[in-house]
């Protein structure tokens, strides 16, 4: 601990809120790499993922967690199972709210379970650059008239507006600790499963409303490809992937005419993955029909649910 000040800090806070709050873009910000994907359709989160904000003082664990929702399949019920065990033994809990919406029954019906781990609770108020700031006044009466939250933050993760205060107030309340996993870790997810969240993220481009709940990923196998004997060049990455749909029209649909959409996903991804894996990647996608795979438990065993 000779390299630490003694009053170092370090703990997990868990972050919470409906689906599409903005929790993975804010998880992303205060880590200062890519840990979740973002997308615009609601329930793009479907694991816990931890992000690791490492500071001179402290060390703050974040818990990113799928939007808790009324669940309509065995997935639905699962992930909502998530969001209970993530928020066990945590030291605070981050309530994130957008603040070009008001606060709804969603919110509240949240709100009462966290009040449950009677750690503190700090309302983020996520999307401030899309409301001005009369609008934004009101929302913060609104939720301060919620509960005696612990802080009200307002919030723009994309501009990067006040990312660093929430930070600086949430190791406040971290109890008095070494840190808790090494300075190079960012994340404690698996190469594999990063890639097959990357994969799915370009596949949610542009697509119908209904389809993203349908995808998933799995990668099948990771081989790396030396090259000819005098090439310098890095190693290439083979990667094979799956893409379970529920039904064969939505397997038209991910792939496209002429197989068009499907190679701009791969395109999307492959770069996306070659950024994180900091080498050329060979990227082969299949797309596979598995029959309400979100309803077979045997299914979502494989999937890793």
Known sequence: MSEYPEDYRAGFVSVVGRPNAGKSTLMN????????ITADQ???????????????????????????????TLLGERLNDMVGEALSGVDAVVLCMPADEPAGPGDRFILDSVKKTNAPIFAVLTKTDK??????????????????????VPVSAVAGDQVTLLADLLIERMPQSPPLYPKDMITDESEEER????????????????????????????????????DDRPPVMAISAHMFVERPSQKGIVIGKGGQRLKRVGKQARENI???LGQPVYLDLHVKVAKEWQRDPKMLGRLGF
């Open 29 to 36: 910000a205060m880590v200062g790499t890519k840990i979740a």
């Open 42 to 72: 609601p329930e793009t989160t479907r694991r816990v993922i931890r992000g690791i904000v490492h500071r001179d003082d402290g060390q703050l664990i974040l818990v990113d967690t799928p939007g808790v929702h009324r669940p309509r």
């Open 131 to 152: 409301v001005n700031r009369d609008v934004l006044a009101e929302r913060i009466i609104e939720v301060s008239d919620m509960y005696e939250f612990a802080e009200i």
């Open 195 to 230: 890639i097959a969240e990357l994969i799915r993220e370009a596949a949610l481009v542009g697509v119908r409303e209904e389809l993203p709940h349908s995808i998933a990923v799995l990668v099948e196998e990771m081989v790396e490809r030396p090259r000819k004997e005098g």
């Open 274 to 276: 070659e950024r994180l």
